[in-house]
């Protein structure tokens, strides 16, 4: 009576979407609001938007929180922000 989450490191299988920016934005604050256990949710972003072949640059602050940006090929990009625990505290996107 469990659940299995599983990520697949395969940017290849996954099938390219025509605007990936959204498709982020839209779906990964969605898996942290049904609450699936992330033990690295800024690792889990960065790694989603890498599998939808979106350019990933992480920029840490000296306080602990990082701020995660994606950039897509088509210009859209999405910014997420964490704090020092790792909690998603923002996600911005620019369609």
Same mark, same amino acid.
């Given at each position: ?9 395969? &940017? ?7 605007? &990936? ?15 699936? &256990? ?16 979106? @350019? ?28 020092? @625990? ?10």
């Amino acid at each position: 009576h469990g659940s299995v989450y599983l990520f697949v490191d395969a &940017p290849e299988l996954v099938p390219a979407v025509d605007r &990936p920016a959204l498709r982020v934005v839209s779906l990964f604050p969605q898996l942290v609001a049904m609450g699936v &256990p992330l033990a690295d949710p800024r690792s889990a972003f960065a790694s989603y938007a890498h599998a939808h072949r979106m @350019e990933v640059t992480r920029s840490p602050s000296g306080d602990g929180e990082e701020t995660v940006r994606a950039l897509d090929t088509t210009g859209g990009s999405v910014t997420a922000r964490f704090d020092a @625990e790792g909690r998603l505290v923002a996600i911005d996107a620019d369609l």
